[in-house]
């Protein structure tokens, strides 16, 4: 069984360099075509010809642009600098060669492509992908109903299971392309399978941050206990994407990951006591207030930022006393959240803390306090605003 998956891994690795080979050369012939045009126009004694073909020039390159945004969208802002230096170079090479060059219309036709290419990269990156990953296992299986019929109905979508494309799916977790990877990570969760978890859980070592975040996440979908650990874990990824991953993934599973999440907020590890409490925050249950509440008197502030936020989510009137309080955070951005918190409290209480807040040194904190006040009708807030008003002017 190893050796098999070792040989499936093997031909995996040699069909993804082949492909990544037939990539860049299309790119290449796409790229000096346009060079060896250039030069020609540069060189060309047509100097009609060359002056009402010249603004074209710039867009000869969208093509070799556009196929790099759409293939190496991760690696869309090395790109752009190459591209920037590109452009720069050849412009100078132009000027050099005698060429007049308006600079105005040569940087305005270069950043309208970099601009192109940019709106290109994010497309790619961040479009839906486990939906193009299943059509294209639909298509190749020919399962006859079309991929909106089969998400639709669970018995259509249960059959991917058993006809080769969940096979399939696990195979590209091993995959040499890191965005494959993500991708195959992002169907198993759509796909609920509890044969995934294992696979999952190995992904979470992932050299990739983004495959170490969907695979965190898709297991919270599947929603099998014996991943609790393993995600428990995750949230001391050195990664913001791999910690926010396995917070969503814990806050995914509810109920069955609670225990451990309140656990977790006795961690030695801040960056775990600072999931556990996002994950909180996700799952919603009240119960939770009590730990979250001594949780605000944590040494580190990223825990205790993410546990105002928690308690401003889910908390009630049994929480404001805290919220009160830490309107004295030495931090500003617990400061600043505690205020966004209790700006939601339709109490009378809040009022005199608030103003109070109006003094704070920091001038963001001071704003946000003025925010909260204008949305509370009461004496005491307009006058208070007024004084404000004439404190903050000239």
Known sequence: MAAHSRILASASQTLDERRDTVKLCIIGVFAVTSLIFTIYLVASRDQAFSASVYPLIPHLYLIPLILMALWY?????????????????????????????????ALLNAGMDIAIFVALALYAKDRTLVESFLKGFFEHSGMGESFEEAMEHPSLRAKIKFEGAFDDVIRALHSQDEEMREEAAKALGELGDYRAVD???????????????????????????????????????????????????????????YPSLIDAMADDDWHVRMGAAIALRIIGDRDALPVLITAMQDENRFVRREVIKSLGRIGDHSVIDTLIEALKDPDRSVRLRAVSALSKCRDKRVIEPLIEALNDEDSGVRLRVIRALEEIDDPRTSKALNNSYGDEGP
Request: hydrophobic share 45%.
């Open 73 to 105: 969208p991760r690696r869309g802002l090395q790109i752009t600098i190459l591209l920037i230096a590109a452009i720069l170079l050849l412009t100078t090479f132009m000027y050099l060669m005698g060429a007049i060059i308006n600079p105005f219309i």
């Open 199 to 257: 696979p999952l859980i190995e992904l979470l070592a992932d050299d990739n941050r983004y495959v170490r975040r969907e695979a965190a996440k898709s297991l919270g979908k599947i929603g099998d206990e014996k991943a609790i650990p393993a995600l428990i874990n995750a949230l001391k990824d050195e990664d913001r994407y791999g910690r926010e991953g396995a917070a969503e993934g814990l806050g995914e599973m509810g109920g069955h990951a």
